[in-house]
């Protein structure tokens, strides 16, 4: 990272010597590089002759990040893969009758939590994405405690106390 082209391939000069004195070499075939700036800029970085391959999005540790720093498409990303894990879950974990809420939810905090939020540090909070963050987290409380949009369950009850099952929905009265 640097606040200049020229000071970028100063320190990426300075990285090239460094990892030749201790006898490696940085692989161009697999090194890319991209400037995260709210305007496109182009930022021509070489290692030795080679030129680095200048890229608008990678993934990095499984996170995609995008030249114009918004994370709009790793939120979709991982609202996608919690879906997932509340698909592969639904059958063996979210409907069955023999657990209980406590050990859904248990799930739910351990496996679709992490999930969801995986790599969250580097997102910006909109209100957006608080929404989108929140219609999933809400999607598998419901589903946990069996009850659907169709029920008029307000989503703001299932915050409240998600280990509510549909018959203590019912006597609550939500309209």
């Given at each position: 990272m640097a606040s200049s082209v020229c000071d970028l391939q100063h320190?990426?000069?300075?990285f090239a010597t460094e990892c030749e004195a201790a006898g490696m070499r940085i692989s161009t075939s697999k090194s890319e590089a991209t400037v995260l700036s709210r305007k496109p800029m182009d930022c021509p970085l070489q290692v030795g002759n080679e030129s680095l391959p200048q890229v608008k999005e990678f993934k990095y540790l499984g996170v995609l990040f995008s030249?114009?720093?918004t994370?709009?498409?790793e939120m979709g990303r991982r609202v996608g893969a919690a879906g997932a894990v509340l698909q592969s879950l639904y059958?063996?974990?979210?409907?069955?009758?023999?657990?209980?809420?406590?050990a859904k939810l248990s799930v739910?905090?351990?496996?679709?939590?992490?999930?969801?939020?995986?790599g969250h540090e580097g997102w910006v909070m909109t209100e957006r994405t608080r929404s989108r963050i929140q219609a999933a987290e809400k999607g598998?409380?419901?589903?946990?405690?069996?009850v659907s949009l169709r029920d008029k369950v307000r989503s703001s009850?299932?915050?409240?106390?998600?280990?509510l099952s549909r018959s203590s929905f019912a006597s609550k009265g939500a309209s």
């Open positions: 320190s990426l000069d300075r030249s114009e720093g994370m709009e498409r059958r063996t974990v979210v409907t069955k009758r023999e657990l209980s809420q406590k739910y905090r351990a496996i679709f939590v992490p999930t969801l939020t995986y598998f409380l419901r589903r946990v405690a069996g009850v299932i915050g409240r106390d998600s280990e």
